[in-house]
């Protein structure tokens, strides 16, 4: 599927965590700064970043042409 790249700042020593709510719909990895969304289907899914105790939410929608 399609491709998508986000620039995410996260200080610290502490490894990012990844999570997709529907690996049907999009996948994330998150490395050196970038989270990498790969759309697979038409759906919806939440990509949560969590480091520590802080997290963030991205929010996917992914529709056909």
Same mark, same amino acid.
């Given at each position: 599927? +399609? /491709?998508?790249? *986000?620039?995410? /700042?996260?200080?610290? =020593?502490? +490894? @990012?965590? @990844?999570?997709?709510? =529907?690996?049907?719909? #999009?996948?994330? !990895?998150?490395? =050196? $700064? *970038?989270?990498?969304?790969?759309?697979?289907? !038409?759906?919806? #899914? /939440?990509? /949560?970043?969590?480091? $520590? !105790?802080?997290? %963030? !939410? *991205?929010? @996917?929608? *992914?529709? %056909? =042409?």
């Amino acid at each position: 599927g +399609d /491709t998508l790249t *986000v620039q995410a /700042t996260a200080a610290g =020593d502490s +490894d @990012v965590q @990844v999570n997709t709510s =529907d690996l049907s719909v #999009a996948t994330a !990895e998150y490395a =050196d $700064g *970038v989270l990498t969304i790969t759309l697979v289907a !038409e759906g919806t #899914a /939440t990509i /949560t970043l969590t480091k $520590g !105790e802080s997290s %963030a !939410e *991205v929010a @996917v929608t *992914v529709t %056909a =042409d």
